[in-house]
Each structure stands twice: as C-alpha cells, then as structure tokens.
C-alpha cells in the first residue's frame, strides 16, 4: 500500500527540516556568526523549501510534528492508520544527525588554523 511511502516522505521531510532549522542554529552559535533572525529565518525557509521538494510526490508534507501528534496518535489508537510516528522517526534522524555535524565542526573550530595531523 502507501502507507511505506507516506512513512519514508513524512520521516524524510522532517529530517531535512530538523537538520537546516536545528543545523543552521548551531552553526551560527558555534562559529559565533549569529547576526540576526534573519539568516537563521533564512536558513529554515530553505530547509521547509526543500523539504516540500523532496517529498511532494511521497506525502503531503506535514511538517509540524508537534501539530502532527495529537491526529496521528488517535488514528494509530483507533486502527484508521498504520503510518503513526514517521515524523518522531525523522526527527531523532536529523537530531543525530545535526549532532554528528555539530561535534565535528567543534572539534575542526578547535583546532585552529593550519593543517593538523
């Protein structure tokens, strides 16, 4: 059925929305770059773009977990619906994800300029 596509579209599309949104934060405190809401604004526009690109042909892009929760829950309780918790799925993805990223250009900030074995 469809119910694995609209799995892989809704985990897919808040992936991408936790990792520009949360991604484009740390970035900008770590590298202390942070001018503005707008180019953090910016940024997450551009993972929401993004996002609705990549899987408009999988689902229909719900991309507000939050909101998302409370309707997904009682159709999974009420056996309307298979696909219930695809965006919790997606959203610990692009939090590791954004974590991986995050350590990794910490540590490359703290080693300074030049090259280092």
Not at 49 to 57: G, N, Q, S
Request: hydrophobic share 50%; proline share 3%.
């Amino acid at each position: 059925m469809s119910y694995k596509r609209e799995f892989i579209g809704e985990a897919l599309d808040t992936f991408m929305l936790v990792l520009f949104g949360c991604g484009s934060v740390a970035i900008s405190v770590l590298f202390n770059a942070h001018q503005g809401l707008m180019q953090v604004a910016l940024a997450w526009g551009i993972g929401v773009t993004l996002a609705i690109y990549l899987t408009r042909h999988l689902s229909c892009a719900h991309l507000n977990p939050a909101r998302d929760l409370g309707p997904r829950l009682v159709a999974w309780l009420m056996g309307w619906g298979d696909a219930a918790f695809p965006d919790r799925v997606g959203g610990f993805l692009g939090a590791g994800k954004t974590t991986l990223l995050w350590e990794t250009a910490q540590r490359f900030a703290e080693r300074g300029p030049g090259v280092h074995s």
